[in-house]
């Protein structure tokens, strides 16, 4: 793991109740992989091996650099901008 200018001010907000799931899968129809939390507003989107790849989008859609798995039993944090697990 390494470190990156874009963790040292996070807010790591909590997901919003009822957010067990990716949003964006439920309206498409399909089914997440995994599950990964914005650490800057809290959204919950579904990772590169699932169909639409969510939580990347979020990213180009609103440059947050910096997510965790939002999977039970992982603590993981990856930085979009650096490409690397911080």
Partial sequence: MSECPHTATLPRP???????TCPEC???????VHLR???????VGCCDSSPLRHATAHFHETDHAVMRS???GEDWRWCFVDGALV
């Fill in 14 to 20: 909590e997901p919003a109740p009822g957010s067990e």
């Fill in 26 to 32: 439920v309206i498409a129809g399909t089914t997440p």
């Fill in 37 to 43: 939390l914005c650490l800057v507003c809290g959204h």
């Fill in 70 to 72: 939002f999977e039970p």
